[in-house]
């Protein structure tokens, strides 16, 4: 991993990472670990507060970063300690591996989150299903877990939602027979320098442009319900540009995998007509 300048990062239950909490950043660090994903808090006590003020200040005293997983939503913690990238606080993907759509209509969750969660901060969602259903044909599996909604929502997700640290959800293997999905995924950045809410309703649609650099990255989702809309970007001064789409495909509605991608240049106006399918998405990347 380090030849590929990648770092490890270790996944810890909380009741095990608090036996010794020292010990175990000081041996991990030393070892070359780069931080924890902490889980299982599953309570927002003062006991589970002060674990997570004290797991933020060890790690951080070992240089560590940590993500905490099964946890209330963040409070401004990351404020004292840059080094907690990420919180979960949110039920993302992994609830479809048990949860039918009776119990959990994610569609339905998405398109309200930014309005109400994502005000509190970051959000461990872990977006990136490449096994998808649409209302009719999704099913909770814990063996293989799709997601609700179209392929091209999974990837317009990493647009709207802000994490500083994804994790994907899926399995490498769905990964490597999904290349172009990947590679788009890959160029995501997790940081942005400026963000633009478009034109969004609560319940019904989203539509944010993010930028990092001098490229934009604008990602739409709606609910169940099938759409046609347009995505005025000329606030983002990006007309006569180049820009990598991917879309619902024309069959997405009854197969939530189809997807198309494609180039386009953005028009002199700066206004892109979209269509999403029933629990679908759009997602575009300037050149």
């Known amino acids: 991993a380090k030849t590929k300048n ?5 996944w810890a239950g909380f009741c095990a990472f608090d036996k010794d909490m020292e010990k175990v950043c000081k041996h991990y660090s030393e070892m070359g670990v780069k931080g924890f994903k902490v889980d299982f808090i599953n309570r927002d006590d003062q006991l589970a507060v002060d674990f997570v003020s004290r797991a933020a200040a060890t790690a951080a005293k070992y240089n560590l970063l940590i993500d905490f997983h099964g946890v209330y939503k963040p409070t401004g913690l990351n404020r004292t300690y840059p080094n907690v990238i990420n919180f979960e606080g949110v039920a993302g993907l992994e609830q479809n591996k048990w949860s039918s759509m ?6 339905n969750y998405d398109v309200v989150l930014p309005f109400a969660r994502m005000f509190a901060g970051q959000m461990d969602y872990t977006q990136g299903a490449m096994l998808n259903g649409t209302k009719q044909t999704y099913r909770a599996s814990n063996t293989e ?12 997700q990493y647009a709207i939602f802000f994490s500083p640290l994804n994790m994907l959800c899926d399995s490498p293997t769905h990964y490597e027979e999904n290349p172009e999905c990947t590679e788009f995924i ?12 478009l034109e969004s309703k ?5 539509a944010v442009a993010r ?17 046609d809309m347009t995505l005025d970007l000329s606030p983002l001064k990006i007309a006569g540009r180049a820009a990598q789409v991917v879309s619902d495909g024309p069959n ?25 399918a029933p629990g679908g998405g759009y997602v575009l990347q300037t050149l």
């Open 145 to 156: 877990p799709m997601s609700q909604g179209t392929r091209t929502r999974q990837l317009a």
């Open 211 to 227: 930028r990092s650099g001098t490229k934009w990255y604008v990602g739409a989702i709606n609910n169940w319900k099938a759409m």
């Open 102 to 107: 009776e119990r959990y209509d994610q569609v």
């Open 6 to 10: 990648v770092g490890i990062i270790l």
């Open 202 to 206: 609560i319940g019904e649609y989203v």
């Open 252 to 276: 997405a509605a009854k197969i939530a995998a189809d997807h198309l991608h494609q180039r386009i240049v953005i028009p002199a106006d700066g206004k892109v007509k979209i269509h999403l």
């Open 186 to 197: 890959a160029k995501f950045p997790v940081v942005w320098d400026e963000t633009i809410p």
